[in-house]
């Protein structure tokens, strides 16, 4: 009974074992399959990440686009104008700066018997400078003298407005840990680094009010003048220069006295060694 019950007992052991060994084939794909899909995930987050995160090989032209493309531009020049009438030419300069929205940063008048002159600098938006000139060339006036210089400050003018953005993005952060300062260092310390941020801030706003202002008005010095000889010669012409003649006279005349007065301690001492001299030799006579 024993004998027959052994081979019983293998045959079962061996129907156990068999069927449980299909469920571990099948479980070790599954295992795998898990691993596997753990894998593409991480695979996905580092591509989603790579996407996301800036790059140094980004699209040149993506780069390039980022970056304002409008030039600034500083315009300034001089202009000597010789003038028939200069009353007439200075209104009709004051009219053309009026109609294209300048000003006058500077106006100095010169007039003399022979020469009057005006020195001017003129403040006139860069978009109307052409126009301005222009409207010069075409009038009665001859223009004797032009020169005109442009200055590229864009590379200046837009560092230094990134650099305003930034300080003022860390101002605004440094104001909101003041509520956070655990104690008196630490809030003094806060303090400190906005101060010097707000000096940093103000130093650039004018930097940077400074260029818009020779960006957006181009500066023109303008020698204004007329030589009277130009003018027909007259009574008046003869009355003009007998007045220069006496007035010429006068300074001469003034001039020569101011020299003589000028040289009293010299005189002094002539006086002094010729009473000298006068009183030895009479003495000397008596003898």
Known sequence: MRKQ???LFAFCALLIACNKSPEVANEAPVAE????????????????????????????????????????????????????????????????????????????????????????????PANQLDQYLKAIEQGDDKLTERSLRSEDVSLQYFDTESRL???????????QMVAQAKNVKELLEIQEQIRQLQEEIDSQENVMRSLRDQVNFSSIAIQLFEYQANSPMGSQGFWIRLKQALADGWR????????????????????????????YRNSKSRQ
């Open 165 to 175: 953005k930034s300080k003022r993005s860390y101002l605004e952060r440094y104001q």
């Open 33 to 124: 399959v898990s691993v596997t899909g753990d894998a593409a995930a991480d695979a996905q987050g580092v591509r989603q990440m790579s996407q996301s995160a800036p790059s140094n090989q980004e699209n040149p032209s993506a780069v390039l686009g980022s970056i304002p493309q409008t030039k600034k531009i500083i315009r300034s020049g001089n202009l000597a104008i010789e003038s028939k009438d200069i009353a007439k030419s200075k209104a009709t300069l004051d009219a053309l700066c009026k109609r294209l929205s300048g000003y006058y940063e500077q106006e100095t008048l010169t007039n003399s018997g022979s020469y009057s002159s005006y020195s001017l600098v003129v403040r006139i």
């Open 252 to 279: 001469l005349t003034a001039g020569i006295f101011l020299t003589v007065i000028s040289l009293w301690p010299i005189f002094i001492v002539f006086g002094l060694l010729f009473f000298g001299w006068r009183k």
């Open 5 to 7: 019950s052994f081979p």
